[in-house]
């Protein structure tokens, strides 16, 4: 009995000195935490000239002159409405073909880089290392870069975000592969079918619901990546909205309407994209 009672003793030692390490560990590791976001604050701070602290009074001067502007003119937001609904329409469809493109050569290049699927096994590294390179460079960086070769116009904002959505897409298309079932794989090889025709008839059919979810959810994102754009040269309404934000008192009622805009249509795209994953996922469940 007294032997039975020392191992508890010795347990509950045991376990009370684990977790005082892990509250230690945690504790320091928030302090490195805290203390790198100070310096990193400070440093931001010194490159801005110092200017955070004397400008933070004055953070809500843009929406009270943005108000002030468009109070008296909300007769006239309708017609801003039908002014930018054009510009509107382009950074959907910015969104849209870039999406589909994106999501083409991520199914591509995920189905190269998955294990027990990949037509070049040697070349999986290769392949995932390229996914890699293109979600890490920004889309604005590919905007500028193709903006100063194409000139302005949506082409170079489709292309930046189509590049960068082929490798974000590319990794989770790739996840969604490695749980995919081999058998309706290796039963079509077993008949000699090509690899083209294995991952068409049989891989695709049981990942294609998870395929269209991401992709609807990266549409939304592409939406928001799209308008940003704009403000440096790549159309949409994103470029009317620097427009008439450059422009200062007079227009902001302008930029209030395409604020508005940007804000019911992703609000909008954000309900249908969630239903319909929404339904896939209960349907896939069932």
């Given amino acids: 009995m007294s032997h039975t009672a020392d191992q508890l003793e010795t347990t509950r030692s045991h376990y009370l000195a684990l977790i005082q390490r892990k509250r230690l560990y945690g504790g320091l590791m928030l302090g490195v935490f805290a203390l790198l976001l100070i310096s990193g604050f400070m440093l931001a701070d010194d490159r801005n000239a ?5 400008g933070l009074p004055n953070i809500l001067d843009f929406p009270a002159d943005v108000l002030a502007d468009t109070l008296p003119k909300l007769d006239q937001l309708p ?3 039908l002014t930018y609904l054009p510009a509107l329409i382009e950074t959907i469809n910015i969104a849209a073909v870039s999406t589909m493109i994106g999501a083409g050569f991520a199914i591509v290049l995920s ?3 998955t294990r027990g699927l990949a037509r070049w096994p040697r070349l999986i590294s290769l392949f995932r290392r390229t996914m890699d390179i293109m979600r890490a460079i920004p889309e604005i960086v590919i905007a500028l870069v193709l903006i100063f070769i194409l000139g302005g116009g949506p082409v ?4 930046a975000i189509a590049f960068h959505t082929a490798g974000a897409l590319g990794k989770l298309f790739s996840e969604v592969n490695e749980n995919a079932d081999l058998k309706p794989v290796e039963g079509l090889s077993s008949v ?3 690899w083209f025709q294995r991952m068409f008839l049989g891989v695709l059919p049981q990942v294609a619901p998870n395929y269209f979810s991401y992709a609807l959810l990266r549409f939304e994102i592409n939406i928001r990546a799209s308008a940003i754009l704009g403000f440096v040269g790549a159309g949409g309404i994103g470029y009317e909205l620097k427009n008439a934000m ?4 007079g227009k902001y009622d302008e930029a209030a309407a395409i604020f508005i805009l940007l804000f019911v249509t992703i609000v909008i795209f954000d309900q249908l994209s969630s239903h319909v994953r ?5 349907k896939g469940g069932h």
């Fill in 111 to 113: 189905l190269l880089s």
């Fill in 50 to 54: 110092g200017g955070f602290w004397a």
């Fill in 192 to 194: 000699g079918a090509s």
């Fill in 278 to 282: 929404n339904g896939l996922t209960h």
């Fill in 246 to 249: 450059s422009w200062g008192l």
């Fill in 156 to 159: 170079p904002a489709m292309i």
């Fill in 79 to 81: 017609g801003h409405f």
